[in-house]
């Protein structure tokens, strides 16, 4: 039998009610049922403080983003749902990606990143559905050593977007599928 595929689903958006979160978990379901081994993980969960030089070189990588790093480092890729920022990857996503990137004792290069997929979404309250992060994200990815695979998908009208139990349209819902078969069949 063929290794199961692993991702991580992830939201750069640690909000309570996020509708990225909302779109993380929808495309998790989606790729669950596509067979993908899943990982879903919610950013609150890894509070860490901004990036500071300092604090790494008295005490290492916080706790939170040594758990993050392991578990991203254990993945064949991953499914990222973000929001932008005045155009730009926000802030939480950055940082993560700035902890995590950081090397230590003997390891070889970004070992959470490197030779790594991504698929990309975003939702926003706009009309345009965040659309203008993601060749933003790509380029960021592209310097962790993630390559990112064509086609994303947007959720404009976010509010509108998630029924009460954060269920997407059937649109939206096969724009999520033949994004997560695309990274499937990259990571191959
Ligand atoms: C600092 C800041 C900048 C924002 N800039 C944009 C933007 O450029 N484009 C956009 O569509 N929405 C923008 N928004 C609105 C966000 O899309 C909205 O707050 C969204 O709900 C955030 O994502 P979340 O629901 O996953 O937390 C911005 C919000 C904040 C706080």
């Not at 403080?49 to 290492?60: F, N």
């Not at 790093?69 to 929001?83: C, E, M, N, R, V």
């Not at 695979?149 to 599928?177: L, Y």
Request: proline share 5%.
């Amino acid at each position: 039998m063929a290794k199961a595929i692993k991702i991580a689903v992830f939201a750069g958006s640690a909000r309570r009610e996020s509708f990225n979160k909302k779109l993380a978990k929808a495309a998790a379901t989606i790729a669950e049922e596509q067979e993908l081994d899943v990982t879903l993980i919610d950013l609150a969960d890894f509070e860490a403080p901004v990036y500071s030089g300092d604090i790494e070189a008295d005490s290492g990588l916080p706790e939170s983003m040594q758990k993050l790093k392991t578990i991203l480092a254990s993945q064949d890729g991953f499914l990222i749902s973000t929001p932008e920022y005045n155009g730009h990857v926000p802030p939480l996503l950055v940082n993560c990606f700035s902890w995590v990137s950081r090397t230590e004792g003997d390891e070889q290069g970004m070992i959470a990143f490197e030779g790594k997929m991504a698929g990309l979404m975003a939702a926003s309250p706009g009309g345009l559905g965040g659309i203008r992060v993601l060749p933003r994200l790509r380029s960021t990815l592209a310097d962790l050593g993630v390559m990112v695979v064509p086609g994303f998908v947007t959720v404009p009208k976010a509010m509108q977007a998630f029924d009460d139990n954060g269920a997407v349209s059937e649109d939206v819902a096969a724009s999520i599928s033949a994004l997560a078969e695309r990274l499937k069949d990259a990571i191959g």
